[in-house]
Nanobody, 124 residues
Framework: QVQLVESGGGLVQAGGSLRLSCAASGRTFSSHVMGWFRQPPGKEREFVAA????????YYADSVKGRFTISRDNARNTEYLQMNTLKPEDTAVYYC?????????????????WGPGTQVTVSS
């Protein structure tokens, strides 16, 4: 079992930055692929980024590539999402997710554990 809790969301102006954190409990954090998803108002949950268990590979949605950076610290059981040059269209609830497998995937149903989410609002 892995329990996840996000933090770091908030209100920021367009062009600003935020760093989200995801704290995980459980002894098997380091064996899980970790991901970030988001759900804009009135829309489906969508993939943002993923990172392999040892951090050697990262994957990004085209909409955030070059602006967001995913990372993890297995010693601290924590995952991060650094978000730069934020845009109003980045406004969403952001979710941390864990997948009990070695291969990263981009669909929500392929992840086994989820955090409750944190709101990110970008004003224009």
């Amino acid at each position: 079992q892995v329990q996840l809790v996000e933090s770091g969301g908030g209100l920021v102006q367009a062009g600003g930055s935020l760093r989200l954190s995801c704290a995980a409990s459980g002894r098997t954090f380091s064996s899980h692929v970790m991901g970030w998803f988001r759900q804009p108002p009135g829309k489906e949950r969508e993939f943002v980024a993923a990172i392999t268990w040892n951090g050697d590979r990262t994957y990004y949605a085209d909409s955030v590539k070059g602006r967001f950076t995913i990372s993890r610290d297995n010693a601290r059981n924590t995952e991060y999402l650094q978000m730069n040059t934020l845009k109003p269209e980045d406004t969403a609830v952001y979710y941390c997710a864990a997948r009990s497998a070695f291969l990263a995937r981009t669909y929500p149903h392929e992840y086994d554990y989820w955090g409750p989410g944190t709101q990110v609002t970008v004003s224009s």
